[in-house]
């Protein structure tokens, strides 16, 4: 059986290694699995979270006039590039009118980066970053296996291009699925891209079908399907990325979180080209988690069958695992993750307790990039 611990809490006198618990914490109210809210607590205000990222209110700049905007086909329009992504603090929110977007080319078969600037931080306490070299960060849009057209990022090493390659590469899995990776800064608490970038390790950030910004019958393909056309989405970029002598087929490792432990853990079921992987706060047990999990009926609608669970196929897993998970996670309880633990033995259970379906404490987050950081390292 592989390790399993259990933090100590915050009343606890600091140990000199870990503590190991094997009783499980009394569940807590914190937010749903595919990016849905908290349980509204009376007098708190609730913030939007996707993958663990708090993201703050939006201010929205008038729309362009429509006499200002070049028309789709028009000269003007086709001689100007595809703009990146307005910083967080220009996009529009729900509802605000919108802003004018210039024309881009549809994408083509392999993978068409361009290196963008809009991941720079910026505004709120980006000063406080001061001169920290960041990792070269692309867009990426290349077709499935089926021609559907996705698309993601990709961050390369500090002060690397691609001509460097071939690069040790992590996979990271957006939540939700009803989620999105844009391009941001791409540094959380979530093991990050550019948290990786700085450890020398290339990042592979993809919008399999099922999250946000392609309509709805993109979102709507996973319905039921949960882990199938979608792991097949994720699975085509890294062999892109290869073929194009970026990524190491030697060196690959993949993490999540929620939705994305999901996919983690899932990965493992379907291939052994992976070194490492690291599941958080990830479900393993579609059914126990439809009778037990707070948003038990809306995960009906995503997978409610065996043959959709990592657990009926952990025989079949070589890939050495990291599951971390919140004690008092009620959207995925715990138990998910020590269900898994137990049916992989090269397994590493990390229990956080007082936390829910994200972190929040400051310690407990060190300690989870610090964890990711080790273990990606033996790629």
């Given at each position: 059986m592989g390790r399993r611990d259990r933090l100590p809490g915050p009343d606890a006198a600091a140990p000199a290694g870990r503590q190991r618990r094997l009783r499980p914490a009394p569940p807590q109210p914190h937010r749903g699995h595919a990016g849905l809210p908290d349980r509204a607590r009376p007098g708190r205000r609730q913030r939007a979270d996707h993958g663990g990222r708090d993201r703050p209110g939006h201010r929205v700049p008038p729309p362009r006039p429509r006499s200002a905007r070049p028309r789709h086909g028009s000269a003007a329009a086709a001689a100007r590039p595809c703009p990146p992504l307005r910083p967080r603090s220009a996009r529009p929110r729900h509802g605000d009118a919108p802003t004018a977007a210039w024309p881009c080319p549809p994408p083509r078969p392999g993978l068409l980066a361009r290196v963008t600037g809009a991941h720079r931080p910026r505004g709120g306490q980006a000063h406080q970053l001061g001169d920290i070299p960041w990792g070269s960060q692309e867009r990426l849009h290349y077709q499935a296996s089926d021609g559907l057209d996705l698309d993601g990022l990709l961050v390369l090493p500090v002060g690397k291009t691609r001509e460097d390659g071939p690069f040790r590469l992590v996979t990271l899995v957006h939540g939700g699925p009803y989620d999105r990776w844009t391009d941001d800064l791409q540094l959380h608490w979530v093991p990050s891209a550019q948290w990786f970038a700085h450890q020398g390790i290339a990042s592979f950030l993809p919008n399999p079908r099922g999250g946000l910004g392609h309509g709805h019958e993109f979102a709507a393909a996973v319905a039921g399907r949960v882990g199938q056309e979608e792991w097949h989405d994720i699975e085509t970029g890294i062999d892109l990325l290869i073929a194009q002598n970026i990524a190491d087929p030697d060196r690959l490792g993949i993490a999540g979180w929620s939705h994305g432990g999901f996919m983690a853990a899932w990965a493992t079921t379907r291939t052994d080209r992976f070194k490492a992987a690291l599941v958080g706060a990830g479900i393993s047990d579609?059914?126990?988690?439809?009778?037990?999990?707070?948003?038990?009926?809306?995960?009906?609608?995503?997978?409610?069958?065996?043959?959709h669970s990592p657990i009926t196929y952990a025989d079949?897993?070589?890939?050495?695992?990291?599951?971390?998970?919140?004690?008092?996670?009620?959207?995925?309880?715990?138990?998910?993750?020590?269900?898994?633990?137990?049916?992989?033995?090269?397994?590493?259970?990390?229990?956080?307790?007082?936390?829910?379906?994200?972190?929040?404490?400051?310690?407990?987050?060190?300690?989870?990039?610090?964890?990711?950081?080790r273990l990606f390292a033996k790629l």
């Open positions: 579609w059914p126990r988690q439809v009778a037990t999990g707070e948003w038990g009926a809306f995960e009906a609608a995503l997978g409610d069958s065996p043959e079949r897993i070589r890939t050495p695992l990291l599951i971390v998970h919140g004690a008092d996670d009620t959207n995925v309880p715990v138990e998910q993750a020590e269900l898994l633990h137990r049916a992989v033995e090269h397994s590493e259970l990390i229990i956080y307790p007082g936390e829910g379906h994200s972190l929040r404490k400051r310690e407990h987050r060190l300690d989870l990039l610090n964890r990711a950081r």
